[in-house]
């Protein structure tokens, strides 16, 4: 089955490996980035009131830092938002996750003896919001275990995609698995 390559989406081929790289870039990104300059710029004021008066009390100033830790958290995700990429390189000897240029938790190798199986779940979110759904990429070992290769994709058409394309490199018959989408 033909599946089109998705937005956000580019298939290359590198040093003999393909690789399926992925843009985190989206539009929640710049919602995002102005609720960052927000919340950072009212720090910014609430810091140069309890610094620059000399009878400030001492809550003051220890009060907000969990805020700041919050604020310098959600600043480093939105840098990375604009600017990370994640290749999944698939070779004759492993299928690789690596986020770049900023460091990301989720980068693996997997060999390809480990991998029986690809398929895509949905994760459902219930926020004040409304709701809002993410897909991963999932690998079932020949042993029956599940492991998560990439996650955190906001478009089904992106897992679909990466599911079938490294099925398809690796000649994977594809197979149902309880839960796929």
Same mark, same amino acid.
């Given at each position: 089955m033909?599946?089109p390559i998705?937005?956000?989406i580019?298939l290359v081929e590198? &040093?003999?490996?393909l690789?399926?790289?992925?843009s985190?870039r989206g #539009?929640h990104? =710049?919602?995002?980035l102005?609720?960052?300059? +927000?919340?950072?710029?009212f720090?910014v004021?609430?810091?140069?009131a309890?610094f620059?008066?000399s009878?400030?009390p001492?809550i ?8 700041v830790?919050?604020?310098v958290g959600?600043?480093y ?11 999944? &390189?698939i ?5 690789s996750v690596?986020?770049? #240029?900023?460091? =990301?938790f989720?980068?693996k190798?997997?060999? +390809?003896d480990?991998?029986k ?5 949905e994760?459902?979110?219930?926020n004040?919001?409304?709701?809002s759904?993410s897909?991963?990429?999932n690998?079932?070992?020949p042993a029956g ?7 955190g994709?906001?478009a089904?058409?992106?897992?679909i995609y ?19 989408v």
């Amino acid at each position: 089955m033909h599946v089109p390559i998705p937005e956000n989406i580019e298939l290359v081929e590198e &040093r003999g490996d393909l690789v399926i790289r992925r843009s985190w870039r989206g #539009p929640h990104l =710049w919602f995002l980035l102005l609720f960052c300059i +927000i919340w950072n710029g009212f720090l910014v004021f609430w810091y140069s009131a309890a610094f620059g008066d000399s009878n400030a009390p001492l809550i003051m100033k220890l009060f907000p830092l969990g805020h700041v830790a919050v604020g310098v958290g959600l600043t480093y995700y939105v840098i990375a938002g604009f600017v990370n990429k994640t290749d999944i &390189r698939i070779n004759p000897l492993k299928v690789s996750v690596l986020s770049y #240029p900023m460091k =990301w938790f989720g980068n693996k190798e997997v060999a +390809i003896d480990d991998i029986k199986q690809l398929y895509t779940t949905e994760k459902i979110s219930n926020n004040k919001n409304g709701t809002s759904m993410s897909y991963t990429v999932n690998i079932l070992t020949p042993a029956g275990k599940q492991l998560k290769l990439i996650s955190g994709l906001q478009a089904k058409e992106q897992g679909i995609y990466i599911e079938k394309k490294i099925e398809e490199v690796l000649g994977i018959e594809d197979e149902a698995v309880a839960g796929e989408v």
